[in-house]
């Protein structure tokens, strides 16, 4: 791996190729699936059954949390994601059989969906925690950067890729597809130096340690304000991502100009990862929720309605943003919170995210229909604004220092759930 960009430095150490390697194969199956799981359900049932299939699996990321980011600290953190991807694997082939069949029902697709879930809610607190104990710290911020740069660039061709594929081959293929994805996952898992026994500490009530990762958030006073900026600021995007589409049906060409700016999100996305690989700022939050105001000023645009070219630059810059907070904030996470309850403080913190989303978007169409379309966004927009201002004024979140010197990385991978080389407050 000589002769590599600074930015791509992570990948010289084997672990994280492995890593890097299997996140983007079960990456580029993971895109195809959503156009497909979409189609499927509303081809053998309505947009009721819709819902209830995706909310299962909102259900199962949600409810299951929290106990997958408690596991993830007391087992093996590759044992947990490798774990996590046969579940995945299982579930997706089984899917892929019932498609090849024609025998899929509602039922299944909803069952299915809860199961991925819950895997879901174990794999990723897990990689969270296990990224800083296989990167060098000064790495980090690079290594989180390039994970989710293959996510942003599956994104953007996947849901079209998709279509084609179920249009020439079917549902049953784009199943298949990722359910090898997440086989090749766990190979690549399997091939990093795994501990020869696992030894279990002596552990108290998954409870109590549930709340000992909230006393460890309590006492950062960053992560206090930040998650409640981030509460304020996901109740925004779900009023985003119910009204957006409204406005465009309304001023726009509906289905066709909404796709347009959802490409155009994903682009975004896509240039905010290529973004953070390069940019290392002393004070990484204090950017990250700076460029957090595309969000409300793209909300103010839709009341009423700029013209669809500034719609879909406001939405590029919106993912821009969301994937900068997401990668300084985990990298943060990841320097400055003990490597032994990582997962767990992990896991609460999505945890506020997951929860407030959904619900925001299950109450914003009856307030929307009470006060209007045009004043719940721009309230939502103030509503974000505040939340940023509020979180730029506390002194912790400004001065919060990333780790940026380098040092020389361990020689050969370092067991998961081993106490790796992190700053801690």
């Not at 359900?41 to 409810?63: E, N, Q």
Request: charge should be neutral; glycine fraction near 8%.
């Amino acid at each position: 791996m000589r002769g590599l960009p600074g930015s791509f430095e992570p990948l010289r150490e084997r672990p994280f190729r492995l890593l890097f390697l299997g996140r983007t194969l079960s990456a580029v199956g993971d895109a195809l699936v959503p156009v497909a799981m979409t189609f499927a359900v509303l081809k053998i049932g309505d947009a009721t059954d819709l819902g209830i299939v995706l909310g299962s699996g909102w259900a199962g990321r949600v409810l299951f949390l929290v106990a997958g980011g408690v596991w993830a600290d007391r087992l093996p953190r590759q044992i947990v994601m490798m774990g996590a991807d046969v579940v995945r694997a299982t579930v997706q082939a089984l899917l892929a059989v019932a498609f090849f069949t024609d025998s899929a029902r509602v039922w299944e697709l909803a069952a299915a969906s809860a199961l991925f879930g819950l895997a879901s809610s174990f794999f990723n607190p897990a990689s969270t925690g296990l990224v800083p104990s296989i990167v060098s710290r000064e790495r980090l911020q690079e290594a989180n950067a390039l994970l989710g740069l293959t996510r942003g660039a599956t994104s953007v061709a996947g849901p079209a890729i998709s279509g084609i594929v179920v249009a020439a081959l079917g549902f049953g293929v784009v199943f298949l597809v990722d359910a090898l994805s997440f086989i090749a996952s766990f190979a690549c898992l399997a091939a990093m130096q795994l501990p020869r026994r696992i030894d279990l500490k002596a552990r108290t009530s998954m409870l109590r340690e549930a709340l000992e990762g909230l006393r460890l958030i309590r006492e950062r006073r960053w992560m206090v304000a930040g998650l409640c900026c981030d509460v304020i600021f996901n109740i925004a995007l779900g009023v985003y991502f119910v009204l957006g589409p409204v406005v465009v049906e309304q001023h726009f060409d509906g289905a066709r100009d909404w796709g347009l700016v959802m490409t155009a999100a994903s682009v975004g996305g896509l240039l905010g990862s290529a973004f953070v690989l390069r940019v290392k700022p002393e004070h990484p939050l204090f950017i990250a929720y700076l460029v957090g105001f595309a969000t409300p000023l793209q909300l103010f645009a839709l009341a009423p309605p700029l013209p669809l070219a500034a719609l879909m630059v406001g939405a590029a810059l919106v993912f821009w943003a969301i994937v900068i907070l997401n990668t300084y904030w985990a990298t943060m996470e990841q320097q400055h919170v003990p490597p032994d309850a990582l997962s767990r403080v992990d896991s609460l913190a999505w945890l506020a995210s997951l929860v407030v989303m959904p619900a925001a978007m299950f109450v914003v169409g009856p307030v929307s229909s009470q006060i209007g379309v045009e004043t719940t966004l721009v309230a939502a927009g103030v509503l974000a604004s505040v939340g940023l201002v509020g979180v730029l004024s506390v002194r912790d979140v400004r001065e919060l220092r990333a780790v940026h010197e380098v040092r020389p990385a361990t020689p050969g991978p370092v067991a998961a759930g081993a106490p790796a080389d992190v700053l801690e407050r």
